[in-house]
């Protein structure tokens, strides 16, 4: 079977930016959601990669307004699979909600077609039973501005067919990812395994008092040479995205710092709508955050 018909679930910040960068590479996309309102923002998105995919990758403004030709947005779960070939799921990171979709998704989804999750903290295992086709399903988690930081980790649970895995593997490398096949399920992924560490080393330092935001940034910049610190990157990746993480591993572990962590994000930013960039203010102000400033290592 050759891929050509793609279906994205979610349009929110990654939703959106898989729907638009598969179809950008040719492929007819159907993206998802559960209400209109949300399907239009997803319309004004479009229009705002299309200057950033002209400046980042030297794309041309004609292949860009093809690839927007080749989206169709739909409320209608079984109308937006009725001929898909594969489907990437970036619905909310929570355990039920994505069981509850599954359960309604594999009853309406052709046989031929393949589900693909872009969880970042949980495992297709932990609801491979509920999509009906466990051998057919499998993660693909790309990461947040995905035309420049192109990399697609492909993880696979014990269930899942080998030559499925393959076959979601080269899709990947057609719309211009770098891949990283996993073969074992690992919470966080390869990414994530290496990114949650050092982002909470960063949380940990500021929750503690240890030293200010742009202190933590300022010596990491320094030393290693990295346009960001681990807190500009938590402003980046969204104090949600780093909640939800938090809340995630405290329920998997049980251990108490996660909670603290957890209960710390959310009383300090969770609940302020301090989200990062996304409402203008995480750990710096946004728009021209300090950390952007010519003289910030000096």
Known sequence: MKIKNVTVFGSGVLGAQIAFHTAYHGYNVTLFDISDELLKNAKLKFEQFKPMYQQDINA?????????????????????????????????????????????????????TIFCTNSSTLLPSQFAAETGRPERFLA??????????????????SGTDPEVFEKVVQFAKTIGMLTIPIYKEQPGYVMNSLLVPWLIAGLDLYRNGIADASSIDKTWMKTVGADLGPMAMADLVGMTTAYNVSKSYAELTGEEIWKERRDFLKENFIDQNKLGISTGEGFYTYPNPAYQAVDFLK
């Open 60 to 112: 041309a403004l004609l292949d860009l307004e093809a690839a927007v030709s080749r989206i169709s947005l739909t409320t209608d779960l079984a109308e937006s699979v009725k001929d898909a070939d594969l489907t990437i799921e970036a619905i909310p990171e929570n355990i039920q909600i994505k069981k509850d979709f599954y359960t309604k998704l594999g009853i309406v989804a052709p046989a031929k």
């Open 140 to 157: 693909l988690h790309f990461a947040n501005y995905l035309w420049k930081n192109n990399v697609a980790e492909i993880m696979s649970h």
